[in-house]
């Protein structure tokens, strides 16, 4: 007897059991639904109170208006009313929210294989084979599906064959939808600092071009985005694939659902085309992905980001990294200390360095494993099923349309490297194996001690990062001049020298090396004179104290 399927009702109850804030020493497994919200209205409430003392304006009473904010209010943690009511909209019932996310995202991803549940800082799997019961919004949830679009596309193109799929696509791609649960209170407070400021600066450049007045003004300032409406992300997911390829078609099957609203405007691909001549756009600090936002029947907006699961799961190892770097920049802004404003100034840049650092060693490990596998497979069942297409140069016509879906451009700081085949640095396999006998070998820099960490825990990872191998290495060398034609770009001899004081400052021990290497003059690409430092011998003597 087929067992029966849950209905909506029993869904939401197994769902709502945990769908709540981690409560210390309570087990969700005892406890009724009914329970369970009050326990997450609770913590709402917090929320609420948090979010009602930001927009109170303590001289009035009442709720700060945007006009009514200046600098020094926002920087004391102060939000207007609209912001506020923005705030209100998702966090007055978290769970509710959560919950409306969650089923109409998983909704239209069909059939779901596996729950884990991981932990967000370090992506170290905690649960396995989670079910839907322990998913809560603190948790980041990770799903995996089958790539149905995919199956789909080949089906209209006529492709595939029974010995390629079996009855279920199970050997198709796999789709991930990452759910890292609702943003925090603290981060949607402190964000409104950056949101304000973008508003006060754009509010500047219209006065500058049109007055104070008039109706030019007006109409230029009603097309700006109130920091109140910059809010897009309390509730946000991502969904990776495994190539570009993959990225088009979902972006394409989001666009046309019936089931939710698109707004096209703020849709963004920072693949940029993927071509060299946009690289100048190519984001370094951050890899490159597509976003958009839905709008569910509830008013919810979920902000969407579409990636490429290499470089997902690259960014798992930035992460650590990239949340101490925001701290940095954040407490050099309050900071005084010359000397001290230097070292923040020196673990900024080796943070940034060790982001782009590992962000381009994933697009290369990207272009190597996934793609030009694929080419290499491509190739191999051509010419065994004699039915190879070779253009003029004696290239496999199916194997350039996948160089040309998929391949990735290279951000304009990886042009150094002319070469597309890219293995791990032999000083930080060196490094690995150091860290993996201690620890805490202090020889080791602790943002490489942080990516170390998360490479241990994740075979993918492990898998990704692996020397080239020899079929791989010649398939690349057979497409090679294809490649760089179209894809790999060049670096002019300005660029390359500035590349090159990148490193150094990098390198860079003494705190005097830094300050040197910081005085470098780009236009004239030579270094500023050092400073002479204050001793007896550049001192001036009239100026020396009697004592």
């Not at 905690?126 to 980041?140: E, F």
């Not at 279920?168 to 990452?178: D, G, K, Q, S």
């Not at 600090?285 to 470089?311: C, D, M, W």
Request: proline share 4%; with cysteine.
């Amino acid at each position: 007897m087929p067992t029966p399927k849950n209905t909506e009702s029993q869904l939401a109850e197994q769902f709502d059991i945990s769908v709540s804030f981690p409560l210390k020493e309570t087990d969700y497994s005892t406890k009724t639904r009914d329970e369970i919200n009050l326990e997450q209205r609770e913590k709402d409430s917090v929320c609420l109170k948090m979010i009602a003392q930001a927009a109170l304006n303590e001289e009035t009473g009442e709720e700060y208006q945007l006009e009514e904010l200046t600098y020094d209010l926002v920087a004391a943690g102060k939000i207007d009313h609209e912001y506020a009511e923005n705030l209100r909209f998702y966090l007055n019932d978290g769970m509710a929210t959560y919950r409306d996310v969650f089923f109409s995202i998983t909704d239209l991803l069909g059939i779901q294989k596996s729950i884990k549940i991981i932990e967000p800082s370090s992506g170290r799997v905690i649960v396995d084979d989670a079910h839907l019961g322990q998913i809560t919004p603190n948790n980041c949830t990770v799903l995996e599906y089958v790539d149905r679009i995919e199956y789909e596309q080949a089906v209209k193109a006529r492709k595939p064959r029974q010995r390629d799929f079996g009855d279920m696509p199970e050997t198709l791609n796999p789709v991930y939808l990452t759910m890292p649960g609702l943003k925090s209170i603290g981060r949607s407070l402190q964000k409104y600092e950056k949101y304000f400021s973008d508003y006060q600066k754009k509010l500047a450049d219209i006065r500058r071009r049109y007055g104070f007045s008039g109706p030019q003004f007006n109409a230029a300032v009603s097309r700006l985005r109130r920091p109140g409406e910059a809010l897009s992300d309390v509730a946000r997911c991502s969904i990776s694939v495994k190539r570009l390829q993959n990225i088009r078609m979902w972006a394409d099957y989001f666009m046309q659902s019936p089931d939710v609203v698109i707004d096209k405007s703020k849709t963004k691909d920072k693949f940029c085309q993927n071509d060299v001549r946009n690289a100048e756009n190519f984001t370094e600090n951050n890899f490159r992905n597509y976003v958009f936002y839905l709008e569910l029947p509830s008013g919810v907006k979920v902000e969407v980001q579409l990636k490429i699961t290499a470089l997902d799961e690259v960014d798992k190892l930035t992460h650590p990294l990239y949340e101490k770097l925001r701290d940095l920049k954040r407490l050099i802004k309050t900071e005084h200390d010359k000397k001290k404003r230097l070292k923040m100034q020196m673990d900024i840049h080796h943070l940034e360095y060790s982001i782009k650092a590992v962000y381009r060693m994933g697009i290369e490990k990207h272009n190597q494993n996934e793609v030009f596998d694929k080419v290499y497979r491509v190739e191999e069942q051509n010419r065994i099923m004699g039915r190879r297409s070779l253009n003029d140069e004696g290239l496999d016509v199916d194997a350039l349309a996948i160089i040309d879906n998929n391949f990735l451009a290279r951000p304009k700081q990886a042009y150094m490297e002319e070469h597309p085949i890219f293995n791990v640095p032999m000083h930080v396999k060196r490094q690995y194996v150091t860290w993996k006998e201690n620890h805490e070998d202090k020889s080791i820099p602790a943002e490489m001690k942080s990516i170390f960490a998360i490479y241990e825990n994740s075979p993918y990872l492990q898998k990704l990062f692996r020397d080239c191998p020899p079929h791989i290495h010649e398939t690349m060398t057979r497409y090679e001049k294809y490649i760089k034609d179209r894809y790999l770009g060049l670096v002019d001899e300005h660029n390359r020298t500035e590349l090159l004081q990148d490193d150094k400052m990098f390198e860079a021990r003494s705190d005097e090396e830094y300050a040197r290497l910081l005085s470098f003059d780009k236009k004239k690409m030579v270094l500023k004179p050092l400073k002479n430092s204050k001793n007896k011998s550049n001192v001036n003597p009239r100026r020396v104290s009697s004592r």
